[in-house]
């Protein structure tokens, strides 16, 4: 195997990694959007149920 050869892999196998990193940080971002509505969605739920008790 020549030089040319292993450098076309290299940059192959590194550009296969930053598209996966790449993925990897959008679903990141992707989970921390879908904790953050869960979490409010909970919140309400809560809230909804506390007021329901004290003043119905």
């Known amino acids: 195997m020549d030089a ?7 940059a192959g ?3 296969a990694e930053d598209q996966f990193f790449t993925n ?3 679903m990141d971002i992707a989970d ?3 904790s ?3 979490l409010v969605f909970a919140a309400a739920c809560v ?8 003043f119905v």
Do not use: F, W
């Open 4 to 10: 040319r050869t292993l450098d076309v892999r290299e």
């Open 13 to 15: 196998i590194d550009a």
């Open 24 to 26: 990897r940080a959008n």
């Open 32 to 34: 921390r959007v879908i």
């Open 36 to 38: 953050v509505v869960a």
């Open 47 to 54: 809230c909804a149920l506390l007021a329901h008790v004290l």
